[in-house]
């Protein structure tokens, strides 16, 4: 499986971004998909991921990034009232029975 994630940029606080990710390869094997993000010195987090109906957010991002999985290859993030904070590379993420397959990651800058 390959992930490739886009949408990424430079954005002001309190602005909004969409990110995508296309799964290519044995996207019917998987059976979640998911975003992680990882500041400059710190470690990777979990953002959201979906799997299934389930839905779940890491406590800093909840109630203002929603995770669609579009379809079995598609997936994205919705971010709304970006803040500082959430300046980042954002990785797109899948797993299936085997594996845990990684994006190759994209930036997302917010700054005034």
């Known amino acids: 499986v390959q992930l490739q994630a886009c949408g990424g940029g430079l954005v002001q606080p309190g602005e909004s971004l969409r990110l995508s990710c296309r799964a290519s390869?044995?996207?019917?094997?998987?059976?979640?998909m998911g975003w992680y993000r990882q500041a400059p010195g710190k470690e990777r987090e979990l953002v959201a991921l979906?799997?299934?109906?389930?839905r779940r957010y890491g406590d800093s991002v909840q109630g203002r990034f929603t995770i669609s999985r579009e379809s079995k290859n598609m997936l994205s993030l919705q971010m709304n009232d970006l803040k500082p904070e959430d300046t980042a590379v954002y990785y797109c993420?899948?797993?299936?029975?085997?594996?845990?397959?990684w994006g190759q990651g994209t930036q997302v800058t917010v700054s005034s």
């Open positions: 979906s799997t299934g109906s389930i």
């Open positions: 993420n899948a797993v299936d029975s085997n594996q845990i397959y």
């Open positions: 390869g044995r996207v019917f094997s998987l059976n979640g």
